[in-house]
């Protein structure tokens, strides 16, 4: 449920006091029943006491009802969400106005009994299983609808342009377009190429952002989700199917609780992200997600750090101006300290900068006959204030003040000695008698210059800021569709925080919050490992990796990201493709003779992560492995590689070593709770293990460490500061980074 903005709420609240309004309101004492018993007396008596009354009576279950409605409070979860769930099943009839009038009374009265339960999450899940509405063609063909809809508009919208063959070429149009028709066959296949041309959206190509991609996007995900069970719902009862769905949710769900793992979270978030689709069960979505809804990333900057890192105005610029007809020539220099001061803020960021320093000019005034030189100094101050959230970066208009003082060193006459004394004398008088107003004018006119110069400073970054949260951030989450629902900045008088809960209707984020920071710490970054977990996907999927002959070099192969890219050029056994050959000399064992290898990335979570006593577990999970095999023979597939990393400090780089063995499980499978495996995959398992770490032994595949370079400022900075890491802790799901500014 989306609430108003706090401030429009508190508007209105105060108008509602000043006015007198009453406000209703809905009770939230799951004993209050009148509107609920109003409504359907109201039903009862208008259906009628015929067979067809009660015909309607037997299927919405209406004894069974006011049974419940008679046990008020102690009503029974389990069947009062049956009883909603006939309201819900979509039969001819049920939109009238006096069904729908009972139907939102028995959903709100439901969700106040879910609120006073005290009833634990996973036996929340068994007690709703009945809130589930098969998915009829008849509920399907608005879903069908909405992807025409939605794929008129983009081809419109990409038709302007002379790209609309490329587009849809990269968009594999030619997969999506066949759903378009009310027959479609809707199997294995076609929902894999819905999957596949869902990916081509996902990716971070510039323009998909546009409202017509993202939109598209919406609707296909949501269509591939409900052309399944409505395929199913034509050969089978997909009520029994859901409870049984809702099972395997349940157990996982107390997993979680119990001991989180990522298995458990990517479960049990892909079995929430199924539940919302179909528009079944909110009450019980909306319990999980209330819980595992809090950030998974929070940044801190102290505003001291800010001051320190904030380039002071140094600058000499020539002086061309004209002066009570005065010609004046010179140079000027501006010197200036920023300082930063925050406010307290609980929605935005708000960031006061003030700029204060002085002027020197040495010019020249040339008024016929005379020639003045003049030394001015002017001190003056700025004011701007910053507004910063996810919508927009703003500022305040610009407050300047300056205050002039001139020193008149010399007033010479020009063009010979005729004279010279007294016309000097006359000069000397008449800058005396003009000082005032010249230090007026002057002091006016550098409170103009400094109030647009100090707009520009400050938009430009502003904007340069916006710029690259737009590119590096928002844009690319945007084009993933992994915009978070909570991205909250704010400010207090001694630092600015950003928290984010990222995930999608699919992911769950966490139920804890950030260990506590270093209080020496002047800029902290704290990860979930649900946050990267979610991120994951969207960079990963599909990527795989490939050597073919044993002279060159492994190569990355897919949509690769740039950062891998730059990550596998950096390190030392990556080049810019993938592995690079291993040095024979290395070797403790005999060459073995080299095979051809082959691996794919799983598009639904290709890695994942976990932060617990300090140490990084990674789990790369792989579609496809094919290591020298024949043509004809089968590669592996679904098999997942899991190694462990210990998290350590040297100077200020963070260090990841390589501890142990890795270990090899079949997709899904979960260590911590699970503990059979077939004996197919225990021999599979077996055989991958031992190669996997013979290769690992030799310094192939897999690094024994990987280094993240300390933190730097840009080269072109002219701060002499530098980052020291303060604290580095990974535990409990949380990796927590802490630099000081020195």
């Not at 909570?486 to 001694?494: D, E, I, L, R, V």
Request: charged share 30%.
């Amino acid at each position: 449920m989306r609430h108003p903005p706090p401030n429009s709420f508190a508007l209105l609240l105060a108008l509602g006091l000043v006015l007198g309004w009453s406000v209703p309101s809905r009770a939230d004492d799951p004993g209050d029943i009148k509107g609920l018993q109003t409504t359907l007396d109201e039903l009862d008596a208008w259906i009628g006491p015929e067979t067809k009354g009660d015909r309607w009576r037997a299927y919405l279950r209406s004894n069974i009802l006011r049974q419940q409605l008679a046990l008020g409070a102690d009503a029974d979860l389990a069947t009062v969400a049956e009883v909603l769930q006939q309201y819900r099943s979509g039969i001819a009839g049920l939109e009238m106005r006096r069904f729908a009038a009972v139907r939102e009374e028995l959903d709100q009265w439901l969700s106040v009994l879910v609120a006073n339960s005290d009833q634990d999450l996973p036996t929340l899940v068994w007690t709703l299983r009945g809130q589930h509405s098969p998915m009829s063609d008849e509920r399907f063909a608005p879903v069908r609808q909405e992807l025409r809809d939605r794929a008129d508009e983009l081809q419109q919208v990409i038709a302007r342009s002379n790209t609309a063959e490329r587009w849809k070429e990269h968009l594999r149009w030619d997969l999506i377009e066949p759903h378009f028709q009310d027959d479609v066959a809707i199997n294995r296949q076609s929902l894999q190429d819905l999957e596949s041309a869902l990916r081509r959206f996902r990716a971070n190509q510039p323009g998909l952002e546009m409202s017509a991609f993202v939109q598209t996007a919406r609707a296909l995900e949501r269509y591939r989700e409900l052309a399944f069970w409505n395929a199913l719902s034509q050969s089978r009862d997909t009520s029994a199917f859901y409870e049984s769905y809702l099972k395997g949710l349940q157990e996982q769900l107390r997993r979680h609780l119990e001991d989180p793992t990522v298995e458990t979270a990517r479960k049990v978030g892909k079995s929430l992200g199924r539940i919302e689709h179909q528009g079944q069960s909110p009450l019980l979505l909306a319990s999980i997600r209330d819980r595992f809804s809090r950030p998974n990333v929070v940044a801190e900057v102290s505003v001291a750090a800010l001051n320190d890192l904030a380039e002071p105005i140094s600058r000499s610029q020539p002086v061309r101006d004209c002066v009570l007809g005065a010609t004046v020539r010179g140079t000027a220099l501006t010197d200036g300290e920023v300082t930063l001061t925050a406010a307290e803020s609980p929605d935005h960021i708000r960031l006061h900068i003030q700029l204060a320093g002085h002027i020197t000019t040495n010019t020249v005034g040339y008024k016929k006959p005379v020639r003045v030189r003049t030394t001015g100094h002017t001190n003056y101050t700025a004011f701007k204030t910053l507004y910063i959230n996810d919508d927009r970066f703003h500022a305040s208009e610009a407050h300047v003040s300056a205050k002039a003082r001139n020193h008149t060193r010399s007033v010479r006459k020009t063009g010979g000695n005729f004279g010279r004394k007294l016309i000097e004398k006359i000069a000397w008088k008449k800058v005396r008698q003009k000082k005032s107003q010249t230090e007026r004018i002057t002091a006016g006119k550098a409170r103009r210059r400094i109030s647009k110069e100090f707009d520009e400073r400050v938009i430009s970054a502003l904007t340069r800021g916006r710029v690259q949260y737009e590119d590096k951030l928002r844009l690319p989450m945007v084009r993933r569709g992994l915009v978070p629902e909570k991205m909250q900045f704010t400010s207090t008088a001694g630092q600015l925080t950003a928290h984010v809960s990222l995930a999608t209707g699919s992911q769950l984020s966490t139920d804890s919050d950030p260990p506590s920071k270093d209080t020496q710490n002047d800029v902290t970054v704290q990860i979930h490992e649900t946050a990267v977990n979610n991120f994951l996907p969207f960079v990963l999927a599909g990527v795989g990796m490939k050597q073919d002959t044993e002279d060159e070099p492994a190569r990355l192969e897919g949509d690769i990201p740039p950062w891998l890219k730059e990550f596998a050029a950096k390190n030392k056994r990556l080049d810019s493709s993938g592995l690079t050959k291993v040095d024979p000399t290395q070797d403790s064992e005999p060459k073995e003779e080299f095979k051809p290898f082959e691996l794919t990335f799983n598009t639904d979570q290709p890695a994942s992560i976990s932060f617990d006593e300090n140490r990084l577990k990674v789990r790369l999970r792989f579609a496809v492995l094919k290591a020298g095999l024949d043509e004809e023979e089968k590669p592996l597939e679904n098999w997942d590689f899991l190694m462990t990393f210990h998290v350590a400090r040297r100077g200020n780089e963070i260090v990841l070593t390589r501890e142990g063995e890795i270990e090899v499980f079949p997709t899904g499978f979960d260590p911590r709770w699970d503990t059979k495996m077939t004996g197919q995959q225990v021999s599979y398992r077996n055989n991958l293990a031992k190669n996997i770490n013979r290769k690992a032994a030799r310094g192939e595949g897999i690094p024994s460490e990987i280094v993240i370079p300390e933190l730097k400022l840009s080269e072109d900075s002219q701060i002499q500061r530098s980052f020291d890491l303060q604290q580095l802790e990974c535990d409990d799901g949380w990796l927590t980074v802490g630099y000081r500014v020195l």
